[in-house]
């Protein structure tokens, strides 16, 4: 299933690397925890940004942009 595209004016206020704490600021709210990582495992499958390292206990997943 197709997911949308994170929106092109929120993801210019990311980083080049961001986290979860990254997007939540982006989008002023904090959306429902297990939603947004769903949502952000999709867009990095869909090759929307890339997983540049996996989560471990208490740090985060660090995303990376794609061109």
Sequence with gaps: RDLPSFPTRRSSDLPERFTRRDVCDAL????????????????????????????????????RKTD
């Design 28 to 63: 002023g709210y904090e959306p429902d925890r297990g939603i947004l990582y769903k949502t952000l495992q999709g867009l990095a499958a869909q090759g929307d940004f890339a997983i540049e390292a996996g989560g471990k206990g208490q740090q985060g997943t660090i995303y």
